[in-house]
Antibody, heavy 119, light 108 residues
Framework: QITLKESGPTLVKPTQTLTLTCTFS??????????VGWIRQPPGKALEWLAL???????RYSPSLKSSLTITKDTSKNQVVLTMTNLDPVDTATYYC???????????WGQGTLVTVSS | EIVLTQSPGTLSLSPGERATLSCRAS???????LAWYQQKPGQAPRLLIY???NRATGIPDRFSGSGSGTDFTLTISSLEPEDFAVYCC?????????FGQGTKVEIK
């Protein structure tokens, strides 16, 4: 059974750095073809893909946010960490992590964590 | 990047009716790598359809997907009470992977 869960701060000040952790079970990020991604959704708005890391440490980023994002994995801990720098109130959103297999969409999602950016 | 435009924005229907949702891409979706998700308030998206027409595990057969190239459709043959939700499409063939803005299916 695949599960994922996001954790991190709920409130961040503008210009600060956000670090989110995705802890998962039911699969290994060392298995060929497996990836874990981050997607966010501002209140009442559409989903936006942010970043993805594959089993072989290949990393992909949204071009519009690439300069502010870093994604890493810790296979031994079954965790993926997303770091986002220089936050702005427009970054207020529910942040999800999700599992995918190469050439397939995100099939298992965490419950999401709401991050508010405000002074 | 590929922009996905969904229509209509809101669909008002009664239980038992047929729902037809559209997703149009700004350019051809590679390998028909188009997915549909259902999202209810306060919940994460749930994968319904992948590869434009393949139902994900456990998805009832009243949900079906079709299309290719730039035009895709999600059909719910007979709406059940639990089907009233927001539906969004996603292309995962070309990075950056993008989502549509969603279609809300509401009770009439």
């Amino acid at each position: 059974q695949i599960t994922l869960k996001e954790s991190g701060p709920t409130l961040v000040k503008p210009t600060q750095t956000l670090t989110l952790t995705c802890t998962f079970s039911g699969f290994s990020l060392s298995t060929r073809g497996v990836g874990v991604g981050w997607i966010r959704q501002p209140p009442g708005k559409a989903l936006e893909w942010l970043a993805l890391i594959y089993w072989d440490d290949d990393k992909r980023y949204s071009p519009s946010l690439k300069s502010s994002l870093t994604i890493t994995k810790d296979t031994s801990k079954n965790q993926v960490v997303l770091t986002m720098t220089n936050l702005d109130p427009v970054d207020t959103a529910t942040y999800y992590c999700a599992h995918r297999l190469i050439r397939l969409p995100f099939d298992y999602w965490g419950q999401g964590t709401l991050v508010t950016v405000s002074s | 990047e590929i922009v996905l435009t969904q229509s209509p924005g809101t669909l008002s229907l009664s239980p038992g009716e047929r729902a037809t949702l559209s997703c149009r891409a700004s350019q051809s979706v590679t390998n028909t790598y188009l997915a549909w998700y259902q999202q209810k308030p306060g919940q994460a998206p749930r994968l319904l359809i992948y590869g434009a027409s393949n139902r994900a595990t456990g998805i009832p057969d009243r949900f079906s997907g079709s299309g290719s190239g730039t035009d895709f459709t999600l059909t719910i043959s007979s709406l059940e009470p639990e089907d009233f939700a927001v539906y969004c499409c996603q292309q995962y063939g070309t990075s950056p992977w993008t989502f549509g803005q969603g279609t809300k299916v509401e009770i009439k």
